[in-house]
């Protein structure tokens, strides 16, 4: 079992920028087992959708609407994974997940509130 805890979301103005964090109960980076991590977002109404992966072997990959503005990051010492938000939009209003797949399962964090507006 792979614990995983957000925390960072909030209200930010247009424009503005958020880092979230995600807490792991295991070593995702030591263990060979975990074959990657990342974050995704859900909006109301909508289907929850890939914002920005690791996945071991192959890099990492960012949703086209987030390229240039989010950055995917982690703390090898904290098995905390990060995610930079910048310049951001009304559009990027959503819940964000943590999630990690470990033996081609996936563990997903409790979300957390992104709302962007002015």
């Known amino acids: 079992q792979v614990q995983l805890v957000e925390s960072g979301g909030g209200l930010v103005q247009p424009g503005g920028s958020l880092r979230l964090s995600c807490a792991a109960s295991?070593?995702?980076?030591?263990?060979?087992?975990?074959?990657?991590w990342g974050w995704y977002r859900q909006a109301p109404g909508k289907q929850r959708e890939l914002v920005a992966v690791?996945?071991?072997?192959?890099?990492?990959n960012y949703a086209e609407p987030v390229k240039g503005r989010f950055t995917i990051s982690r703390d090898n010492l904290k098995n905390t994974v990060y995610l930079q938000m910048n310049s951001l939009k009304p559009e990027d209003t959503a819940v964000y997940y943590c999630?990690?797949?470990?033996?081609?399962?996936?563990?997903w964090g409790q979300g957390t509130q992104v709302t962007v507006s002015s």
């Open positions: 295991t070593d995702i980076v030591g263990n060979i087992n975990v074959m990657g």
């Open positions: 690791f996945t071991r072997g192959a890099g990492t």
């Open positions: 999630n990690v797949r470990r033996n081609y399962f996936d563990y």
